[in-house]
């Protein structure tokens, strides 16, 4: 453990004592809350979804170490093979097929969801002015259910709340960047909102009266809705935090925060149609690219350090025919039940498709410099789906791919062979590559400690 | 109070890590056959992850388990056991806030501020249960929900306060009176009930921290901070003395009906209480039921009890289909919610009628996809059938060719929709081994020759032949919508069986048989009032919903009760006011 690491945990230790202490007050634990984690750290981490499973051969190379030939769904890697862990042999320890292998994937959590998902966590660690960005494609397109959730925000009372996952990349840009796309100049300091009608003094104001409010309704009622109320008690807390985050943060952006993308389509940020402009299958590639660079952006100009990036939903209604995205083509769920040779063929390729656009933000996050690194090697990046082979729907030896060092903690260019480990002791891993000292995440019962392969 | 407010602090944050528990075993309740199941992962293979029943199906919010028990319970024929236990039990509801959907909270500022700008996109996306997007259990605010709010309480605040000369007849150049107007008019509309003095008196001093900086931002800050207060973004239903406040009633009555909050003569009837009495609230309901705004709420239900707007989203493969347009789509998903609107306003209809109309409200373009005729009736755009089994919600093309994929029909995908959307089965999941399959195309074989293998493998055949059983029986209309008697060059097989609805094995033909079963099926019928039940209350149905859903159900099922009457009684039931102490 280096020292940066240890002054890190040693801070954390006394953020806790101090945050059960009747003596804080909310807002001071807010400030520190970012002094402890926000400025201390430039690693990232991003989560990279794609649907409906992998067929093992057509996924996983057949050797472990260093040079693997990576077969048909991953040879879209071979582009960044140095950047990379191909991870073989970890298993979801979860049942209940999709719905199952989604709810799991980030909470570790079987059956009755417990604790948020991972990209929660590390927010709530390494808060930034956005503490995790989720930018997705098509997710909510008759996905906002729970059956296909990933990720989850909250869990209060026994019950968890869906993250909101934001598919309009112009809407999403616009949020981020103050709708401009054009000035090209580097800023320091925290993408900044604009200011909507009131300063920040008097929102601040404005939440402090609201939080009164929902006290004095939650004393009303007593135990009745309590958790609910907590609930929304936290959030606006969140969002207090977030005001003071965007006046008082003193991230040194990257160069390269250009904040701006290529913006191939536009899209109405009112859209009330049914279904959204921006959730067909025609723009699904178009959607994917821009969602990429914002996200990779965000990360450059230290608005955020957690993004989730979600390509549509488990049990996908997206289309495809020869590898792409398209509104006539075969729907994505249908083709994993590959059980026919030439239904496997296109399996393979729409899986493809996603490895190709997983190596674009690989490519993205390794352009981006940070003083002799990149944005990628301070990042861990992880791609994965909510069932191992999908025919099968099963939950063994899954399709999980590392990229990034998180500043040299990964040793990246290999294939470990991850057989015995489960999918519990790698969000351990990811959580410790980004210096938490946690040992567990989710189910306790099956793992506990990291995968010690995944190293450098 | 700051004590409170630092334990309250620590509590909110509490949730960001804990490890998950192993829930226990719970006993599985109202299966179709599940014999031959192959368990998630294999034990033989996967000695850690034991094969268990799985209690809650991922889903913390609806306990599968628990609310497949209750369906079964209120399944249950009349005059047997279930209502002899709900004898003299008196019937009540949940104690809830209920936070407002999008549309719910766009519809209340468009009508008490007058704001024209559809903010519906700019508000959180809400999480579906059975398809219901006002479930007010997972229905919480997270922090994208409070920062969405709190952006677009600004736009609207900046919108209103261009209207106040219109809405309270001042400006906010008037300074503290017209901040008063704006408490004493606008915030009662808004929170649905008159404020407390110490509410007025909080919110004028909120407006006064504004205005010390300007009048304008007096105004937006006043205005923002009632639209961001808890009394506005949750809909009470908590009750005094175990019954809904006349407010609270009133308040209930208008958003299931048009989504909004209370107008002037419904705000009247809470306020002198008349809302309060058999007759009062008959009468509101009834006005608000009759108006054209009411189809709000058949647009909620349509969209999920025929998945109506889902055809809008559905592409064809043009050569197969070209007939198959943007229009004709438009089409469709109207005339699935136009008609189901129709007939629930028609004073006799009833639910067998749902399943038996031969015309539909439509548009010369459907009618010529239909192969029917167009004609006027009563002002009413009127598509009259063809001489063929389209008759019915199930042979709406918004139903037909939504649940089929670009080339052909899917028998599956509709097999598990009637099952699940006319007869409130829910399915096991998905065991491993058990897959939709979507077979690979063959010229030489129908779309059900294909299917059908799946459906032989004795693994697949306990789920699949009740699925595929209603599916095939369907085959007479293609996968847009369109009535055939031929597929890849052969006679189309339309013989099909319902399995396990109703306690028995029922055989049938073709898409209008089908049809005809539901409409005198008591589980179908007792299924529709199960989901107005869940539209109107905002939650799943719970042991303790069972007595008044039964009540409502058995008069719908035998006492040929209309639609209208249904859709009324669901909100006038005593068990809607009365709660649970």
Redesign the interface.
């Known amino acids: 453990m280096d020292d940066k690491i240890r002054k890190e945990i040693s801070r954390r230790n006394l953020f806790r004592y101090l945050g059960n202490s009747v003596v804080m007050l909310p807002f001071m634990r807010t400030l520190m809350e970012t002094q402890a984690f926000g400025e201390t750290t430039n690693k990232r981490a991003v989560f990279f979804y794609y649907p409906d499973g992998i067929i093992e051969s057509a996924f996983h190379p057949t050797s472990i170490g260093t040079g693997f030939v990576l077969p048909g769904m991953t040879a879209p890697l071979g582009s960044v093979q140095g950047d990379i862990i191909m991870i073989k042999g970890v298993d979801y320890k979860t049942s209940n097929s999709h719905q199952g292998g989604a709810n799991y994937a980030l909470t570790g959590c079987e059956n009755s969801i417990t604790n948020v998902s991972i990209d929660t966590y590390l927010g709530s660690k390494f808060p930034k002015t956005i503490p995790a960005l989720r930018l997705g494609v098509a997710t909510q397109y008759e996905g906002a259910d729970i059956a296909k959730a990933l990720s989850f925000s909250a869990v209060t009372g026994g019950q968890p709340t869906l993250s909101q996952i934001e598919d309009n990349p112009t809407k999403a840009f616009n949020a981020l960047f103050g709708g401009s796309t054009s000035s090209p100049s580097p800023t320091s300091g925290a993408a900044t909102p604009p200011v909507k009608g009131l300063s920040n003094t008097l929102k601040k104001s404005l939440l402090d009266d609201n939080l009164e409010q929902i006290k004095g309704l939650q004393s009303k009622l007593g135990t009745l809705e309590k958790t609910k109320l907590d609930l929304h008690l936290a959030s606006i807390r969140e969002i207090e935090r977030r005001l003071q985050s965007s006046t008082t943060s003193t991230t040194t952006a990257s160069a390269q925060c250009t904040k701006t993308i290529s913006q191939t389509k536009t899209f109405a940020v009112n859209d009330t149609n049914y279904p959204k402009a921006y959730w067909t299958s025609d723009v699904f590639d178009a959607v994917v690219d821009m969602q990429t660079q914002i996200a990779i952006q965000a990360m450059a100009c230290g608005v955020t350090n957690v993004v989730l990036l979600q390509m549509s939903h488990s049990v996908s209604n997206a289309h495809f025919a020869n590898g792409m995205p398209s509104s006539t083509g075969t729907d994505h769920h249908d083709t994993s039940h590959y059980k026919n040779g030439s239904l496997a063929m296109i399996h393979t390729q729409n899986q493809a498709y996603m490895m190709t656009k997983y190596a674009n933000l690989i490519k993205g996050m390794s352009a981006i410099k940070e003083g002799d690194k990149s944005l990628l090697y301070n990042s861990v990046a992880l791609a994965f789906s909510e069932l191992g082979d999908s025919d099968d729907h099963k939950f063994k030896n899954m399709g999980l791919v590392l990229a990034g060092q998180a500043g040299g903690y990964f040793r990246t260019g290999r294939c470990i062979d991850g057989t015995g480990m489960v999918h519990n002791n790698l969000l351990v891993s990811i959580l410790q590559s980004m210096g938490l000292s946690d040992t567990t995440f989710g189910r306790t019962d099956v793992a506990a400690g990291g995968i010690d392969a995944l190293k450098g | ?13 509490s ?9 226990p075993l719970r006993p599985q309740f109202g299966r179709l056959r599940t014999d031959n199941v192959v368990p ?2 294999d034990p033989s293979t ?1 000695p ?2 034991p094969v ?1 029943t ?8 609806v306990d599968i388990a628990l609310t497949r028990d209750t369906l079964s319970k209120i399944m249950e024929a009349p005059g047997g056991t279930q209502d002899n236990a709900c004898l003299n039990k008196p019937t009540t509801s949940k ?3 209920r936070l407002l959907t999008s549309d719910e909270y766009v519809n209340t500022v468009q009508d008490v501020l007058q704001i024209t ?6 508000l ?6 059975f398809g219901f ?1 006002n479930n007010a ?2 229905s ?9 709010y ?2 677009v309480a ?2 609207v ?2 919108e209103a306060k261009a209207k106040l000369q219109n809405l309270v007849q001042c400006s906010e150049t008037d300074g503290v009176t017209c901040g008063q107007k704006v408490i004493n008019m606008l915030a009662p509309q808004l929170w649905r009930r008159p404020l407390e003095a110490a509410e007025k008196s ?1 919110l004028l001093n ?1 407006y006064k ?2 205005l010390a ?1 300007s009048p304008t ?1 007096g105004m ?2 006043l205005i ?2 009632i639209l ?4 506005f973004l949750y809909r009470s239903e ?1 009750g005094k003395s175990g019954a809904l406040t006349a407010y609270e009633l009133a308040s209930a009555v208008s958003y299931f009906f048009w989504g909004s909050a209370p107008d002037a003569s419904l705000q009247a009837a809470a306020a002198n209480g008349s809302i309060l009495t058999d007759a009062g609230l008959v009468a509101q309901v009834q006005r608000y039921f009759s108006s054209p705004r009411s189809k709000y709420t058949s647009t909620e239900f349509a969209n999920v009890w025929l998945e109506s ?2 055809v ?2 559905a ?4 050569t197969l289909f070209p007939l198959f347009t943007q229009p004709v789509k438009n089409a469709m998903a109207a005339e699935a919610v136009d008609t189901f609107e129709f007939m629930i306003k028609q004073p006799t209809t009833t639910f067998e009628n749902l399943f038996t109309f031969d015309s539909s409200l439509g548009d010369a373009n459907l009618a010529q996809y239909y192969r029917g005729a167009l004609s006027q009736d009563t002002g009413v755009a009127k598509i009259k059938y063809a001489a063929n089994p389209r008759k019915g919600v199930l042979s709406f093309g918004a139903v037909l060719s939504h649940l089929a ?2 080339t052909e029909t899917h028998p599956i995908k509709r097999g598990d929709y009637v099952l699940k959307n006319m007869f409130c089965h829910i399915p096991e ?5 058990l ?6 195309a063959n010229a030489a074989q129908t779309t059900r020759e294909r299917f059908a293998a799946h459906t032989s493998d004795p693994k697949c055949a306990g789920c699949h032949i009740a699925i595929d059983g209603i599916g095939f029986g369907m085959e007479d209309f293609d996968g847009a919508g369109v009535f055939r008697d031929m597929d890849h060059g052969k006679k189309v097989d339309t013989t099909g069986e319902v399995v396990g609805i109703d306690s028995a094995t029922t055989k049938f033909s073709g898409v209008g048989e089908l049809s005809a079963y539901i409409a005198s099926s008591s589980q179908a019928k007792r299924c529709f009032v199960v989901e107005w039940y869940r539209l109107a209350h905002g939650y799943t149905e719970r042991p303790a919903d069972i007595c008044a859903i039964r009540d409502i159900a058995n008069k719908f099922e035998k006492g040929n009760m209309t639609l209208s009457r249904l859709i009324i009684q669901i909100i006038t039931h005593p068990s809607y006011a009365k709660k649970e102490q």
């Open positions: 109070m700051r004590f409170a407010a630092i334990i309250l602090y620590t509590v909110g944050f949730f960001t890590l804990t490890a998950c528990l192993q829930p998630e992962t996967d850690d992850n268990t799985n209690p809650k199906n991922g889903d913390n919010t104690n809830q806030l700008t559809d903010y519906r996109a700019s959180p996306t809400e999480t579906t249960v997007r259990d997972v919480q605010v997270s922090d994208a929900h409070a920062a969405a709190l952006d600004l736009s605040a900046d909080s909120m921290v504004g900086s931002e937006t800050i923002t901070d961001m207060s808890p009394n908590i707007r889902s809008l989203g592409s064809k493969d043009a994929t670009p999941p998905t065991p491993s081994g897959v939709v399959t979507v077979p690979p």
